[in-house]
């Protein structure tokens, strides 16, 4: 049987690239592996924009640690932050249930009446740092405000 070099060319390429497609990565369509969403995080910074005669600006403030903020993420659905002056373990702890959008890099919980309509971007996510962003119109500009944390444990 005689072999055709264009058939066997296309047969490896379609291979290729058929092997190419495939990852072992968890991550989502939108590039963030939601895995490392668990665990606890401490704010430390934040950035706000502004609309300023006509033009937008933005800046990064430091977050005060005298009132530290802490967001957890756990497996089982749940979300819990607190706000810590002095003792952690003293802290109310507010939970609720959020659901991490993947397609879109979105965390949804549910505002005070129940509904899922309260959602963040997940700007960044590595195994040390989170970066949430909310959007909102001012003055007909996109503007972000932004919070950056570093995981604890």
């Known amino acids: 049987m005689k072999k055709s070099p264009i058939l066997h060319t296309l ?11 495939c990852s072992d990565s968890k991550k989502g369509d939108g590039g963030i592996d939601p895995s ?8 430390t910074s934040e950035y706000d924009e502004w609309v300023e005669n006509g033009k937008v ?6 977050y005060d640690f005298e009132d530290s903020y802490y967001l957890e993420f756990r497996k089982d659905g749940y979300a819990a932050d607190r706000t ?15 659901v991490f959008d993947e397609e879109d890099n979105r965390i949804y919980w549910p505002d005070n ?40 444990s």
Do not use: H
């Open 36 to 43: 490392q969403l668990v665990g606890k995080w401490l704010l």
């Open 11 to 21: 047969l490896v390429g379609m291979a290729a690239l058929l092997l190419c497609g």
């Open 84 to 98: 810590v002056r002095g003792n952690i373990s003293q802290a109310p702890v507010d939970e609720y249930r959020y």
């Open 113 to 152: 009446d129940g509904f899922w309509d309260t959602a963040v971007y997940v700007e960044k996510l590595t195994s040390s740092e989170l970066v949430l962003v909310s959007y909102y119109m001012e003055d007909g500009q996109r503007l972000a405000e932004k919070s950056i944390y570093k995981k604890v």
């Open 57 to 62: 600006v933005g800046e990064y403030d430091p």
